[in-house]
């Protein structure tokens, strides 16, 4: 099975900053990475699929990059809605969800 | 507009099995390429997906959870049913069922708004 890793586990923000968070895949995933965006009670959103393509209606300053076993998310400048927690998940081989990142003030 | 709605019980002893339901509308599991699947989440904890059923009925489990679940459709009413037998008090958490739209695996582009469930006795 397709272990994933994010980085870092917890990230201190605040409104304006650009945030990057990575995932890397015990083994390449090639492209198949979406990254999704959860907050307490809610749902997981789909943000960013195909590691790079913006879902429709998600906001430009979320982008994703990175291909093989290393992955990005980067939020250009973070605003009061964007603290939650991020996970990425791999669909290349079945499906496995990285740990998470907290986003907090 | 694609809606997705789980529903089944809130509390469940240990050893039973564990029955949920994925009632969705705005497109149709029989569809090519179609997908529904479950992922679950305990408290506080990360993402973890359980089971997928595809348009034409392949279904697919997490390698370490597959002798307990089992997943199923009824097309005629827009369902797709999640079993887990033997719960223990670690299946306790939020049970999500999520569409796919382009084949299987593929990532999950709706989410319903999930159900908590508490093994206890």
């Known amino acids: 099975d397709i272990q994933m890793t994010q980085s870092p586990s917890t990230l201190s923000a605040s409104v304006g900053d650009r945030v990057t968070i990575t995932c890397r895949a015990s083994q390449s995933v090639h492209g198949w990475l979406a990254w999704y965006q959860q907050k307490p009670g809610k749902a997981p959103k789909l943000l960013i699929y195909?590691?790079?393509s913006l879902e429709n209606g998600v906001p430009s300053r979320f982008s994703g990059s990175g291909s093989g076993t290393e992955f990005t998310l980067t939020i250009s400048s973070l605003q009061p809605d964007d603290f939650a927690t991020y996970y990425c998940q791999q669909y290349h081989s079945f499906f496995t969800f990285g740990p998470g990142t907290k986003v907090d003030i | 507009q694609v809606t997705l709605r789980e529903s089944g019980p809130a509390l469940v002893k240990p050893t039973q099995t564990l029955t949920l339901t994925c009632t969705f509308s705005?497109?149709?599991?029989?569809?090519?390429?179609?997908?529904v699947g479950w992922v679950r989440q305990p408290p506080g904890k990360a993402l973890e997906w359980l089971a997928v059923v595809d348009w034409d009925d392949y279904k697919t489990y997490n390698t370490s959870l597959r002798t307990r679940l089992t997943v199923s459709q009824d097309p005629s009413k827009n369902q797709v049913v999640l079993t887990v037998t033997r719960v223990d008090p670690a299946d306790t958490g939020t049970y999500f069922c999520?569409?796919?739209?382009?084949?299987?695996?593929?990532?999950?582009?709706?989410w319903g708004q999930g159900t908590l469930v508490t093994v206890s006795s």
């Open positions: 999520a569409r796919m739209s382009g084949g299987n695996p593929w990532y999950f582009d709706y």
């Open positions: 195909k590691a790079s």
């Open positions: 705005g497109f149709s599991l029989s569809a090519t390429g179609m997908s």
